[in-house]
């Protein structure tokens, strides 16, 4: 157990249908990074959050949305799902925003259908 | 625009011998470098970094070399274990006000007992 928890493990839903990945971090981390990787392809950052405030914010749709909330967990809202967006969506923690050394959960895999 | 490029997709070493993945990057802000371990149904996890002020970083069996000139570096395993069976994931980064992190699309190491 890494200490990152996300929620659900899977999840299967149709095209056009909304979802919410839901990350809580590691107990004292204050940044809190979303990434997807698709089928043989790399972690693609998505967003990321410090202490509440959006950060820095990678190649995410528009129809994607993300927050912290202020007990440091964090929401990832997938809408108009298309069957592209099937893949495993990856939350991280750190304690600040400057150390690499993330720590992953194990994940969440999307299955749009 | 793959700016990390891990160009083998897989690997297979005799237990006991060195493994030796490799990774390529385009970007030339990138200054800071990474390798993660991930066994499956699992988050990646951190195994070891380097800073490009380096070309050398050793932690235990891990080593992981900078060529800063090739935009080139490698993670040496030895002696590989079958433990050491996973993917590894090779992640850069331009720390100056970007933290997010860019990542290969994996080496799958396979130790042969």
């Known amino acids: 157990d890494s200490g990152v928890t996300q929620t659900p493990k899977h999840l299967i839903t149709a095209t056009g249908q909304r979802v919410t990945l839901r990350c809580s971090p590691r107990s004292g981390d204050l940044s809190v990074y979303w990434y997807q990787q698709s089928l043989d392809q790399g972690l693609q950052f998505l967003i990321q959050y410090y202490n509440g405030e959006e950060r820095a914010k990678g190649n995410i749709l528009e129809r994607f949305s993300a927050q912290q909330f202020p007990d440091l967990h964090s929401e990832l809202n997938l809408s108009s799902l298309e069957l592209g967006d099937s893949a495993l969506y990856f939350c991280?923690?750190?304690?600040?925003?400057?150390?690499?050394?993330?720590?992953f959960g194990s994940g969440t895999r999307l299955t749009v259908v | 625009d793959q700016q990390v490029k891990q160009n083998s997709p897989s690997l297979s070493v005799q237990e006991g011998r060195i493994s030796i993945l490799n990774c390529d990057y385009t970007n030339s802000m990138f200054d800071y470098f990474l390798w993660y371990k991930k066994y499956p149904a699992e988050g990646p996890t951190f195994l070891i970094s380097?800073?490009?002020?380096?070309d050398k970083n050793e932690d235990g069996r891990f080593t992981v070399f900078l060529n800063k000139s090739a935009k080139h570096l490698s993670l040496h395993i030895v002696p590989s274990q079958p433990g050491d069976s996973a993917v590894y994931f090779c992640?850069?980064?331009?720390?100056?006000?970007?933290?997010?992190?860019?990542f290969g699309t994996g080496t799958r190491l396979t130790i042969i007992p």
């Open positions: 380097i800073s490009s002020i380096k």
């Open positions: 992640a850069a980064s331009a720390r100056r006000g970007n933290e997010k992190l860019t």
């Open positions: 991280a923690s750190s304690v600040t925003p400057a150390d690499y050394g993330y720590t």
